[in-house]
């Protein structure tokens, strides 16, 4: 799983990423 982080985001969309 790999977090995929575009742009200044909440991390939480982050762990919902993985």
Known sequence: ???ICVG???S???V???
């Open 8 to 10: 200044p985001r909440n």
């Open 1 to 3: 799983t790999v977090p």
């Open 16 to 18: 919902m990423a993985q």
């Open 12 to 14: 939480s969309e982050i």
